[in-house]
């Protein structure tokens, strides 16, 4: 994967609430060489990022249309299309009309889903893979078409919470199409422990790094191959080798499939670590129980002051939450406690065994939906040396409340992989394909 540049913004005081253009923003991150790039139906394609949707404004479509809008601030320059069919090709593009950032055009003649991309002047093709269309969607997409990293800053240098009386770093991810893209809002990763997240800062980090920066970068420039809808990244079922695409003609499956961009939120832990990602205490291990207090800080304090200074998706559909360890056990507690702010859960190799498997009880006592988390992803290494017992039957509880394998949750079991950073990076990536969904 590429190495993005390390970067670090002006501290914030979070008192401000400053929009992060407004203190100082940061180097929109290394560009690339887009020349001689193609899109899927040319020797190579290059890649782009976006947020995608279906239905929207205009009413219906004619049987065998659809609607495409992308939005970027094109300026001086025009935006064309390219793709596989209702009279695209991949050699010439097709222009759009445009209004303001936005351009917009209807496509007939569909019969089946194609695929597609953007270029600025029709020569700079969009990053990423292909966007794919079916007949009846209507799709916005905020691609990039230069930035090929995003940027891992330090957001807030001692964010201050009067629920836990302290003070704490928050680290973000900012992705490839923040700067580039203004119109882009994104959803958001809070993340537990979050000085061991950075492939860009292994200096924070104690045990080694998730390479969470690395994983997102290399989803928005390139696909993996998949199988069933399961992307074959790191660990995950019918997986192997991960198998790079840029459409679905790269792959043998015809599955060319990535995850949406997002921006990540490391929230450093500290010295009250074991106090605040458990709920209950636990009689063989000193402290614990101060979960709820730590899950109320996401709530109140740090998420409004992460929607106040960034361009996020706030909505539950969008706000996801991870973690590993103990912070897999907290996910999966906030989870329950507040599933009307984080739809989305990855636990990675969660403590399911602290005080008795309490948070299975906690689990089985979930609401029906929709009151409850909207997809879970849960996953362990093999064998005793990373509890898989005790996480095979929380994912039993799980399924038990009617959660769908596949579409709403995935439960990974990785042979020869220990309870370490070095096999929650690798695993990670699947379970972003999983919450966050695909890019369309």
Sequence with gaps: MRRPRSLTLPVLAIASLLPLAACGGGDAGTTGDVSS???????????????????????????????????????????????SGAGLSWTTGQSLEGSGSTFTVTLTGLTAPIEWKPLLDDATWSRGPNYR?????????????????????????????????????????????????????????????GQNLWAAHPELAAFGTWNVDTAFDAAAETGVCSSGGITGWGAQPLGGTPSACMGDG??????????????????????????????????????????????????TELKPAIDGMLR??????????????????????AGLQHPEVFGLLAELSPSSWWNGGVIMTDVKATLPAPARPLRVYLDSGAGDGDDEADTDALAQVYLSLGYADGPSFRHVVQPGASHSETYWAQRF?????LVLGPRQ
């Design 250 to 299: 790269d792959c043998p499956s015809s599955e060319c499939r990535t995850f949406p961009e997002a921006i990540v939120i490391g929230v450093a832990n500290d010295a009250d670590r074991i106090h605040e990602y458990t709920p209950t205490t636990d009689p063989g291990t000193p402290g614990g129980g101060g979960a709820d207090l730590y899950v109320k800080m996401l709530v």
């Design 429 to 433: 990536p699947g379970a972003m394909q």
């Design 312 to 333: 996020t998706r706030p909505d539950v559909a969008s706000t996801a939450l991870a973690g590993s360890s103990l912070g897999g056990l907290v996910t999966a507690y």
């Design 133 to 193: 269309l079916a007949p009846g969607e209507t799709v916005d997409v905020w691609p990039h078409f230069t930035t090929t990293a995003g940027q891992v800053v330090t957001l807030i240098d001692a964010f201050h919470s009067t629920v836990l009386g302290d003070d704490r770093a928050i680290y973000a991810y900012l992705p490839p199409s923040y700067d580039e893209n203004p119109d882009a809002r994104f959803p958001v990763v809070y993340m537990h422990d």
């Design 37 to 83: 790039s193609r899109g899927h139906g040319g020797a190579s394609a290059s890649s782009s990022s976006s947020t995608s949707g279906t239905g929207g404004e205009g009413g219906s479509l004619p049987a065998g249309a659809a609607l495409i809008r992308v939005h970027y601030p094109a300026g001086s320059h025009t935006v064309a299309l390219r793709g």
